[in-house]
């Protein structure tokens, strides 16, 4: 993949996600909502792993403490949180209860994406977005622990969107709209991120940038939808 072309589409991926990021704050310091507090953190891990990524390829290489940051906040763990964010939608409480239960395997992904030795030699080129600068994956690589995290916030996304979906499709058609479109963005940000672990560069960053902005819009949606159902009550 051209290294310009890779370039312009990370800036623009980072641009989105830092303008969705803000608008989604701004909706929970308006009106509140587990769903929207998690689902901005984790457009904020997005934002920043993207933003980092672009740096890199302006420069021509990673940084130590900048890849570090990148692997936690977008191999690692910004699917987490959307999934989190999913949960909260359909069950604050269950959403909160997991998230103390996952914080000691977060803190401890932390630990391990500081302190694992990096050796930029391993990666194709200086500035590949990849993980393979750590060491290979095991229990304590920070490389073993990514597939974990991104399958459990996949399958939330999508398996409580979807069963919202079927749930709301009648008595709440916005609603039901909306947690579809969020399942959308979540095969959206799984399938490109599969691309990109495939070795295919450049596609993960304009995927991230489609699959935050649908994620946006499902969230406005459903929120929309949800004002109604109150305002009929």
Known sequence: ??????????????????????????????????????????????????????????????????????????????????????LALANPRAARSLLWLLLPLILWGLYLVMSAPVDFSRLPEPYTPSGAAF??????????????????????????????????????????????VIALSALVLAGTSSLNRLGVVGVEELGRALGVSLLYLGVVLVDRGKRLSEAQE
Do not use: C, I, K
Request: without cysteine.
């Open 1 to 86: 993949m051209n290294v310009a072309f890779s370039t312009a589409a990370a800036l623009l991926a980072g641009l989105v996600s830092w303008v969705l990021f803000a608008f989604l704050f701004r909706r929970y310091r308006l009106r509140g909502g587990l769903h929207n507090l998690l689902y901005s953190l984790g457009l904020f891990l997005f934002a920043l792993a993207v933003s980092l990524e672009a740096l890199a390829l302006l420069q021509g290489a990673w940084a130590g403490l900048d890849y570090r940051l990148f692997y936690f906040a977008g191999a690692m763990h910004g699917v987490t949180f959307l999934g989190l964010g999913s």
């Open 135 to 180: 060491p290979p994956a095991a229990w304590d690589s920070p490389r073993g622990w990514t597939f974990p995290f991104n399958l459990l916030g996949t399958a939330l996304m999508l398996g409580v969107a979807l069963q919202s979906t079927f749930r709301f499709w009648r008595e709440n058609p916005s609603r039901a709209r909306g947690t579809l």
